[in-house]
T-cell receptor
């Protein structure tokens, strides 16, 4: 099955700095890569996603890059703000198999943005 | 409309008791997932429902865990004879179709004493 590694587990930055979180995946058939943000006491919420036919996607201060050859993808947050502090999860989804379509998640990165 | 709703938000139970956790997915979403999140850990897949197909139970950790989805909507996760290692946040998610993003509820925090 799919295996997703996520680094770093904790990331501490100053307000205004950039933050980068990296993930690698094992199944070359995976074709959908979402990123989720989880605030304390809440469920994860989708912030950006990318499919395997695209190398980069941006949404304001957030961007995701995908390298299919190396099987890794990254989340980039620019001009970080204290409200960006949360746990971020990457995920990889292979094509449906036997009727199942189950994303595999990384272990999460705790991002702390200091004012 | 409303998001994914889970109840209860918190549940404290004694070791050996059975518990039921409920998930109301977003209306019209055909796929429903249960994940477990232990303290400081990632999201562990438990079970997946898609439409009227047989569920994918490959993530259930033991036969004490079971889940059902009635009428293609509400789902219940049941844990029998709870153990302390079952303590975790149980997250439910739904999606419009299998290749769409997941929408998570806020979870049920289960504590087994």
């Amino acid at each position: 099955g799919e295996n997703v590694e996520q680094h770093p587990s904790t990331l501490s930055v100053q307000e205004g700095d950039s933050a980068v979180i990296k993930c690698t995946y094992s199944d070359s058939a995976s074709n959908y890569f979402p990123w989720y943000k989880q605030e304390l006491g809440k469920g994860p919420q989708l912030i950006i996603d990318i499919r395997s036919n695209v190398g980069e996607k941006k949404d304001q201060r957030i961007a995701v890059t995908l390298n299919k050859t190396a099987k890794h993808f990254s989340l980039h947050i620019t001009e970080t703000q204290p409200e960006d502090s949360a746990v971020y999860f990457c995920a990889a989804s292979p094509p449906p198999s036997g009727g199942s379509y189950i994303p595999t998640f990384g272990r999460g990165t705790s991002l702390i943005v200091h004012p | 409309g409303a998001g994914v709703s889970q109840s209860p938000s918190n549940k404290v139970t004694e070791k050996g008791k059975d518990v039921e956790l409920r998930c109301d997915p977003i209306s019209g979403h055909t796929a429903l997932y249960w994940y477990r999140q232990s303290l400081g850990q990632g999201l562990e897949f438990l079970i997946y429902f898609q439409g009227n197909s047989a569920p994918d139970k490959s993530g259930l950790p033991s036969d004490r865990f079971s889940a059902e989805r009635t009428g293609g909507s509400v789902s219940t996760l049941t844990i029998q004879r709870t153990q302390q290692e079952d303590s975790a946040v149980y997250l439910c998610a739904s999606s419009f179709n299998p290749e769409s993003p997941l929408h998570f509820g806020n979870g049920t925090r289960l504590t087994v004493t």
